[in-house]
């Protein structure tokens, strides 16, 4: 059973940046994970945000596009996401997520990015 734990939400000014971080556990082979994140704002439908295979390629919503960066550091069995020039749409829960194939077969709890002045 793999475990996600996300880090790093909070409250940030609009133009601002912030980095989350989804450490895993329980995966003695992380590094052949799909990972990546998705997130659900109030009233909304949860959306994909960025993911990254295996082998390191790199997938981002078009509204994300250049201003969010997912990366991934096998050795310590976490991925990232920065985030930059936020904006107060951007704020929303953000989850992380595991996959091997087509389906997520692991979620995070959530972490709430909060991007206001």
């Known amino acids: 059973q793999v475990q996600l734990v996300e880090s790093g939400g909070g409250l940030v000014q609009p133009g601002g940046s912030v980095r989350l971080s989804c450490a895993a556990s329980g995966a003695s082979t992380f590094s052949i994970y799909r990972m990546g994140w998705y997130r659900q704002a109030p009233g909304k439908q949860r959306e994909l945000v960025a993911t990254?295979?295996?082998?390191?390629?790199?997938n981002y919503a078009d509204s994300m596009k250049g201003r969010f960066t997912i990366s991934r550091d096998n050795a310590k069995n976490t991925v990232y996401l920065q985030m930059n020039s936020l904006k107060p749409e951007d704020t929303a829960v953000y989850y992380c997520?595991?996959?091997?194939?087509?389906?997520?077969?692991?979620w995070g709890q959530g972490t709430q990015v909060t991007v206001s002045s």
């Open positions: 990254i295979t295996s082998s390191g390629y790199k």
């Open positions: 997520y595991a996959a091997l194939g087509a389906a997520i077969d692991y």
